[in-house]
T-cell receptor, first 112, second 114 residues
Framework: QQQVKQSPQSLIVQKGGISIINCAYENTAFDYFPWYQQFPGKGPALLIAIRPDVSEKKEGRFTISFNKSAKQFSLHIMDSQPGDSATYFCAADYSGNTPLVFGKGTRLSVIA | ETGVTQSPTHLIKTRGQQVTLRCSSQSGHNTVSWYQQALGQGPQFIFQYYREEENGRGNFPPRFSGLQFPNYSSELNVNALELDDSALYLC?????????????FGPGTRLTVL
């Protein structure tokens, strides 16, 4: 059972454009929604995270939008740069002794 | 501050063998989680250790086992290796168990089973 569904699987964006990656979750108990960035040969690194008490969180060029009623959240990368080319994972967990549940990932390529 | 380190970086084993992977948690972190990341997939939770005790386990068979030491470093042991065990094994440490605490991932160990 896949608890976090991520789309698209891959994404190609022009330099300077907006990259948008979407995730949907099933478990309404989830209360922490991080996004991880992973470069080849590296472990995932936390990019930005949100809790369901806010609908949007922005850090630099990265924004999470959260829709609790639709059980969806998305990552927007503004002014996308070639250095943003990586695989992005959404994840979720909830209070207590629970592990992160990851989406399957989106491979982003930003082309000049 | 030293980040999460893992060893070895790469490992090649044959089916039926046993393997031990090692992880040193970030300074001050008492919780270690292990994940398996198959090619093209997101990480899948194997188990978590908090203060040397197993504290949660994913859908992995008993031949996957682990340890956490008093300095909070950890080992992942896999017995009777199968071809499907080929994956990137990630260790993540955090300052406390439970949700909402940022997990810091190591670079992973790439295991290939032939």
């Amino acid at each position: 059972q896949q608890q976090v569904k991520q789309s698209p699987q891959s994404l190609i964006v022009q330099k300077g454009g907006i990259s948008i990656i979407n995730c949907a979750y099933e478990n309404t108990a989830f209360d922490y929604f991080p996004w991880y960035q992973q470069f080849p040969g590296k472990g995932p690194a936390l990019l930005i995270a949100i809790r369901p008490d806010v609908s949007e969180k922005k850090e630099g060029r990265f924004t999470i939008s959260f829709n609790k009623s639709a059980k969806q959240f998305s990552l927007h990368i503004m002014d996308s740069q070639p250095g943003d080319s990586a695989t992005y994972f959404c994840a979720a967990d909830y209070s207590g002794n629970t592990p992160l549940v990851f989406g399957k990932g989106t491979r982003l390529s930003v082309i000049a | 501050e030293t980040g999460v380190t893992q060893s070895p970086t790469h490992l090649i084993k044959t089916r039926g063998q046993q393997v031990t992977l090692r992880c040193s948690s970030q300074s001050g972190h008492n919780t270690v989680s292990w994940y398996q990341q198959a090619l093209g997939q997101g990480p899948q939770f194997i188990f978590q250790y908090y203060r040397e005790e197993e504290n949660g386990r994913g859908n992995f068979p008993p031949r996957f086992s682990g340890l956490q030491f008093p300095n909070y470093s950890s080992e992942l042991n896999v017995n009777a290796l199968e071809l499907d065990d080929s994956a990137l094994y990630l260790c993540a440490s955090s300052i406390n168990q439970g949700a909402g605490h940022e997990q810091f991932f190591g670079p992973g160990t790439r295991l290939t089973v032939l």
